[in-house]
Structure formats: structure tokens, C-alpha cells
């Protein structure tokens, strides 16, 4: 790997996460407002507007040509599997008060990763890696734990959900991983934000909302829009072009930084120490994760 492409890898994972630490802010801003079929609406409205501007911009015309029927079926499972994943995310920034603790959650998704990649990508984990795995957990539950015995009542309201989308997010990865040179980044996005907007659309006259909404939630949803389902995708992706997915994950393993500090600069909440504990855990457990994985792809056998 030539040094230039690694910068430019290790940048546009800097730029993801920075994007998307202020998407947990955004949105949840605005889904103190509004229900989540219209925050998707606006949300993804906006998000393929920047993301078709772009591809007007980087005259990225030729990318719909020559798509297999294969590169179809890919885009519609990794459309089904977003309109999970993206659910379960925004969920969990609705119902957990402070969107740190979604972000220190959501750091089981590496787990989840090396696992499908170890069946699917037929990448191999060592002992390292594994110990990662295991302080990531042990982190999780630090974090979730409400202190009672009754498994339907152990964890705090909204873990359940943090766990769903850390699944399929990772297999939405595995699959986007195996499949990047193939259907190219700005096409993955464009299709990303019809399938979460037309299910978005979907649920909004299923439940009869209404399209207005307030100044604020508006103006939240504008600028969260541009970080969140244009920027924070697009750079995640054109990362994984020049970086490997474990070297990325040391650059994704700051994400709970940002959101702690947007959190507290921006709604003045800050979390209990039981959670700063175990939030540090989980980042720990990533960047054993990422040291294990970079480890044994320089060994020489």
C-alpha cells in the first residue's frame, strides 16, 4: 500500500467519524422533536440530494452502467439490511437519554464484524483480536447493567437495540467489504438513502404523520443530513478503498470522544462514571482489535 493512499485512507476515516459523532447530536436534537418516519423522511431526503449533487459534481455518471443482475441483488439486501440497521440506530438515540452511551454501545460492532468476516471473508483472528472481543463485552455490560438479576430488567432501556444495529451493520460491512470494487461508493450511498427514504415515506402514511415539522428540528435534520447519510457514508466507504478495516477501526475507536463532547457542549449532559468506565473499555477492546488484526496481516508465513 502506497503511503499517499493510507493518508488519504486514514483521512477520509478521520472525516467519517467526526461526521457521524455529530450525527448522534443532530438527530438526536431532533427526534426530541419529531416521530422517526418523519425525521427519515427529511433525513434522507436531504441525504440523496447532497449525496446526487456529489455524484454530479465527480461526473460519476458511468457508475450505473454495466451492473450485473448480481450487483442488483447485492444493492436490495444491503437496502434491506440498512433499513434494519438504520431503524435500530435512531431508535436507540431516541430512547437512550445520552447519545454517549450509544456510541460506547455501539463499539460491540467490531465484534460482530471479525466474527461474519471469520465465516464469510474468511479472515482468520487471533488471541489478540479475541481478548479485544472479550473487553468490548465486558465493556458493554459495564455500561448496560441496571444492577438486577430478572434478564428481562438487567439492562437499561434501548441496549437491545444498540445490539441489533451492531449486527446488522456488521453484515451490512462484510457484505459492502466484499463487494467495494465492484458496485462503486457513490452508487452504494445513492441507493442507501432511496431504500431508507422510500421505507421512511412508507411508514409516514402508514402511521399518518404529519410533513410539518418545527424550525428547529428542521434545521437539525438539515445539518445532520449532510454529516450523516452523505458524508459520514461516503468518506466510510471511500476509507475502505485505501485502509483495511482494521486500521480503520483505530480511527473509529475516537468516535465516543467526539460524542461525549458534543453531548455535553451541546445538551450539557455528561455520563456516570459506571458508564465512562465501561466506555473506556469498549474503545480499549477496539484498539486491541484493531493492534491484533494489524499484527498478523504483517506477519510473513
Not at 427526534?31 to 427529511?42: D, K
Not at 455490560?141 to 441496549?159: A, E, L, P, Q, W
Request: some cysteine; glycine content about 6%; aromatic content about 18%.
Amino acid at each position: 500500500m502506497k503511503i499517499e493512499e493510507a493518508n488519504k485512507g486514514y483521512l477520509l476515516a478521520l472525516l467519517s467519524v467526526i461526521a457521524v459523532a455529530n450525527v448522534y447530536i443532530f438527530s438526536k436534537a431532533a427526534l426530541a422533536e419529531v416521530s422517526i418516519p418523519q425525521f427519515g423522511v427529511y433525513w434522507f431526503s436531504f441525504g440523496l440530494l447532497w449525496i446526487l449533487l456529489y455524484a454530479w459534481y465527480k461526473k460519476s455518471y458511468k457508475i450505473f452502467k454495466g451492473l450485473s443482475s448480481k450487483n442488483y441483488r447485492v444493492l436490495l439486501f444491503l437496502g434491506i439490511i440498512e433499513i434494519i440497521s438504520t431503524y435500530y440506530f435512531f431508535k436507540s438515540i431516541h430512547v437512550i437519554s445520552n447519545p454517549t452511551i450509544v456510541s460506547f454501545l455501539g463499539n460491540m460492532s467490531p465484534v460482530f464484524m471479525i466474527v461474519l468476516s471469520f465465516f464469510f471473508l474468511k479472515e482468520r483472528f487471533g488471541t489478540i483480536e479475541f481478548s479485544g472481543m472479550i473487553l468490548v463485552l465486558f465493556g458493554a455490560f459495564v455500561i448496560s447493567y441496571k444492577g438486577n438479576m430478572d434478564f428481562r430488567d438487567m439492562f437499561i432501556n434501548g441496549t437491545q437495540d444498540v445490539l441489533l444495529y451492531s449486527l446488522f451493520s456488521a453484515v451490512n460491512y462484510v457484505v459492502v467489504k466484499k463487494n467495494i470494487t465492484k458496485i462503486h461508493p457513490i452508487l452504494l450511498t445513492i441507493s442507501r438513502c432511496v431504500f431508507l427514504l422510500v421505507f421512511s415515506f412508507m411508514a409516514l402514511l402508514f402511521f399518518k404523520d404529519s410533513l410539518i415539522i418545527s424550525e428547529t428540528a428542521f434545521i437539525n435534520i438539515f445539518i445532520g443530513s449532510l454529516l450523516g447519510p452523505f458524508l459520514t457514508v461516503i468518506a466510510g466507504y471511500l476509507a475502505l478503498q485505501y485502509i483495511t478495516s482494521s486500521r480503520r477501526a483505530i480511527i473509529s475507536s475516537t468516535r465516543g470522544i467526539f460524542v461525549l463532547l458534543g453531548a455535553y457542549l451541546y445538551f450539557g449532559q455528561f455520563p456516570k462514571a459506571i458508564a465512562l468506565i465501561g466506555g473506556a473499555i469498549t474503545i480499549i477492546g477496539v484498539l486491541v482489535i484493531a493492534y491484533g488484526s494489524i499484527r498478523d496481516s504483517n506477519k510473513i508465513y
